[in-house]
């Protein structure tokens, strides 16, 4: 059986445990708590050298890290990663977009927000600029969810995973969806699909 190794209130864990409960596969589930420097320890570097979270070992006993990575490699050949040359192609451009344009700014600002007792002097002079590019990015989403259901092939798929771990809780980060109607139609499409998966805003 896998083992994953999360934080339950990242974005990024839960795009993995998503993927592991839409394809009914079987893991165990063991907690580290990032705030707390758990991903750091020499134990769980020998396991990921970047130490961070998620980290999933296989059945082979061999890990695997980075989020996209990880759900790249347990879709692959389902219907959540498209056969098609192009889709496929897509699907890792919206993944790509994900990580470069979207994460770094939304999920950022977020983990300020939502985990830190309190800004830095530095993240406070940061933060206008990564509002402003998170903004910029939920611009780009609703460009194109303004044209289709779902990011890729008008089917749920990976690309939509990829995305909606952060947009939907872009909120405790301080962003305003209310200007990106196609973003929440969207979303409400995903939770459709997401079901009783949920990432944990308890902490």
Known sequence: MMTLYDFMGSGNGYKVRLVLDHLSLPYTLVERDILKGETRTPEFLTKNPNGRIPTLQLEDGSFLFESNA??????????????DRRARAETLQWMFFEQYSHEPYIATVRFWKHFLPKLTPLQE????????????????????????????????????????????????????????????????????HAGNVFIDRKN
């Open 125 to 192: 002079m940061e933060l206008p600029g990564r509002m402003e590019k998170g903004y910029a990015a939920l611009g780009v989403m609703e460009q194109h969810l303004g044209r289709h259901q779902f990011f890729v092939g008008g089917q749920y798929g990976l690309a939509d995973i990829t995305l909606y771990a952060y947009t939907h809780v872009a909120g405790e980060g301080g962003f305003n969806l209310d200007n990106f109607p196609q973003v929440n139609a969207w979303m409400a499409r995903v939770a459709a």
């Open 70 to 83: 990880i759900i790249w490699y347990l879709a692959e050949g389902t219907k959540l990663a498209p056969a």
